[in-house]
């Protein structure tokens, strides 16, 4: 099988009290005018598992690639957060498709936490072109957290974007390590084996402040960041814009008073979904 061969696509139904978030949440709508569904597919030979929410009625709408955040199973998306995340933006009227990264949810390989896992992340662009409502002509990306790494990467390997979104990304690896206690342990987890040289040379290879000058220019980022983000301080975003105006890449800076990092539970999710609608349609519709 090829890169982006579907393996499986099964509908979700939610049942119990999900519904009853959605709606609370959002809207009826959410739950009446999408389509969730489980997905497995290829990527670099692996079977991965993702979603897929798009809207019921047939039609061709513009496609976004959402990347989530966290690592291993922690962050992949449940049925109900699928609904909550994914389904949200389908209902504007966009298919929007979502790895759980190799590894996860029962896919094959090693999750790589912005290394080669990134293909599966760009490997839903040939998922997308097997889907009839699909529209690659008109392509975004976007991600939160690690799902920063992930875009930030993606947008240097491949030029289809015609913008990019991110939020609360993680932009320095290096400066992270250093800040954060229980993050250093965690990166030590994953990559203490490696030579000290070896190691500094992988975190720079995933974070953006070290690449922005390979970002396209024809790619504007919003960038989206809480003033109390603990996980992931703002002072990556701002650390990163300043390299963005350095080069030249386009870009805008919003700063979210008083937000977290979670935000679907500090209510910022509504001001994030209005911006994200208007970059939306002012570069895709």
Same mark, same amino acid.
């Given at each position: 099988m090829q890169n982006g061969d579907?393996? $499986?696509?099964?509908?979700?139904?939610l049942s119990g009290r999900a519904p009853d978030i959605v709606r609370k949440m959002y809207s009826e709508k959410v739950l009446d005018d999408t389509i969730?569904?489980?997905? $497995?597919?290829?990527?670099?030979?692996?079977?991965?598992?993702?979603c897929v929410a798009r809207p019921s009625q047939p039609g061709k709408c513009p496609v976004l690639i959402w990347n989530r955040g966290g690592s291993f199973?922690?962050?992949?998306?449940?049925?109900?957060?699928?609904?909550?995340?994914?389904?949200?933006?389908a209902v504007w009227g966009y298919v929007v498709l979502a790895t759980h990264y190799r590894g996860n949810k029962g896919g094959e390989g090693e999750?790589?936490?912005?290394?080669?896992?990134?293909n599966d992340a760009l490997n839903l662009l040939k998922v997308a072109e097997q889907m009839p409502?699909?529209? $690659?002509?008109?392509?975004?990306?976007?991600?939160?957290?690690?799902?920063?790494m992930t875009t930030y990467?993606?947008? $240097?390997?491949?030029?289809?974007?015609?913008?990019?979104?991110?939020h609360a990304g993680i932009a320095d690896l290096v400066a992270l390590e250093k800040q954060k206690k229980d993050f250093s342990k965690f990166l030590h987890k994953l990559f203490g084996h490696l030579p000290p040289e070896e190691k500094l040379h992988l975190l720079k290879s995933r974070s953006a402040v070290y690449f922005a000058d390979k970002l396209p220019r024809h790619t504007p980022i919003l960038i989206m960041h809480g003033t109390h983000d603990e996980r992931v301080p703002l002072e990556q975003s701002i650390a990163l814009v300043e390299q963005l105006e350095r080069f030249g890449i386009p870009?805008?800076?919003?700063?979210?008073?008083?937000?977290?990092?979670?935000?679907?539970?500090?209510?910022?999710?509504?001001?994030?979904d209005?911006?994200?609608f208007d970059w939306l349609h002012r570069h895709l519709r």
């Open positions: 579907i393996v $499986t696509l099964d509908r979700v139904v969730v569904e489980r997905l $497995t597919y290829i990527s670099d030979g692996l079977k991965v598992k993702g199973d922690r962050g992949a998306l449940d049925d109900l957060r699928a609904y909550l995340v994914l389904a949200s933006t999750e790589d936490w912005a290394g080669s896992d990134v409502d699909a529209d $690659t002509d008109r392509v975004a990306i976007e991600g939160a957290s690690r799902g920063g990467r993606a947008l $240097t390997m491949d030029d289809r974007f015609r913008c990019a979104i991110v870009h805008r800076l919003e700063i979210l008073e008083g937000a977290g990092h979670a935000a679907l539970k500090d209510g910022s999710y509504k001001e994030i209005r911006l994200r």
